[in-house]
């Protein structure tokens, strides 16, 4: 079994109603609330044979509950989250993204503002691969089962938006 950490962005609760904690605590896998950016994530750490598995779990808990999934949380890291996730200074950092220390670095996932962004799953990827990841660290969900998750979530949610919208009519 492999442990896999990612956020998941529920719409906002009552911050006072520990009904929330409470029933996360009884779950197999870790959960913990947490609100940046005036948005609320629970924050999972999954045991389970494959990525995938690891948000099923999360999510099949969420819908036993009356929380509102908005999406699987899409990773990003630039050079310096790389600097400190693996243990080197920033410069060694942006050479590896600029392919000038090590082959094969991800493409960068997308620009914000002036700074490149990776998938920090991409990253985590080239690291094992490179023998720079620690043998003992939690992994990210992979870029493909965040995209297939989050567009699972927003088929689901426009079914729901038709059908509320047909019984209003």
Do not use: C
């Not at 990612?6 to 719409?11: I, W």
């Not at 243990?87 to 950092?93: I, L, N, P």
């Amino acid at each position: 079994m492999t442990t896999y950490v990612f956020d998941v962005e529920v719409e906002e609760i009552d911050r006072e109603d520990e009904t929330w904690i409470d029933f996360f605590a009884t779950q197999k896998f870790e959960a913990v609330f947490s609100w940046r950016d005036f948005q609320t994530y629970l924050d999972f750490v999954v045991e389970a044979p494959s990525p995938r598995e690891a948000v099923e779990l999360a999510l099949d808990s969420i819908a036993q509950t009356d929380l509102q999934v908005v999406r699987i949380v899409l990773d990003l890291v630039g050079v310096q989250d790389i600097a400190v996730d693996y243990g080197v200074s920033r410069e060694t950092a942006r050479l590896w993204t600029h392919g000038h220390r090590r082959n094969g670095f991800p493409r960068r996932y997308t620009q914000v503002g002036n700074k490149s962004a990776w998938a920090r799953s991409d990253v985590f990827a080239w690291a094992e691969k490179n023998n720079l990841a620690r043998q003992y660290a939690e992994k990210p969900l992979p870029l493909d089962v965040v995209e297939i998750a989050n567009g699972e979530l927003a088929q689901a949610r426009t079914a729901k938006e038709v059908r509320l919208a047909d019984i209003s009519a």
